[in-house]
Nanobody, 124 residues
Framework: QVQLQESGPGLVKPSQTLSLTCAVS??????????WSWIRQFPGKGLEWLGT???????YYRTSLKSRTSIARDTAKNQFTLQLSSVTPEDTAVYYC????????????????WGQGTQVTVSS
């Protein structure tokens, strides 16, 4: 059973960089067809996808946030990270990491596992 756990500071000052880590256990982040994503949820709102890093080290970002977002992985530690720069109070949200399966051959894609989420507040 794959498990994901987010970690990082819960409070970030405006203009600074939000940095989070997702530790993955029970499976390798380099496994074929797996993509590792960051998603956030604003208070009282739905989910917003931020970006993804694939098993092959490919990356994908939400267009509106691409200039501020960087996702990387550490295969030795089996974890991946999120850096969101120049944050404002509008970035306050619960941040989730998740495992996404995509296989064009089988025509199947799905978020199969989620972390519990971590609250990040941007405030001075």
């Amino acid at each position: 059973q794959v498990q994901l756990q987010e970690s990082g500071p819960g409070l970030v000052k405006p203009s600074q960089t939000l940095s989070l880590t997702c530790a993955v256990s029970g499976g390798s982040i380099t496994t074929d067809s797996l993509y590792w994503s960051w998603i956030r949820q604003f208070p009282g709102k739905g989910l917003e996808w931020l970006g993804t890093i694939g098993y092959d080290d490919s990356t994908y970002y939400r267009t509106s946030l691409k200039s501020r977002t960087s996702i990387a992985r550490d295969t030795a530690k089996n974890q991946f990270t999120l850096q969101l720069s120049s944050v404002t109070p509008e970035d306050t949200a619960v941040y989730y990491c998740a495992k996404y399966y995509y296989n064009a051959y089988y025509g199947r894609r799905a978020y199969e596992h989620w972390g519990q989420g971590t609250q990040v507040t941007v405030s001075s």
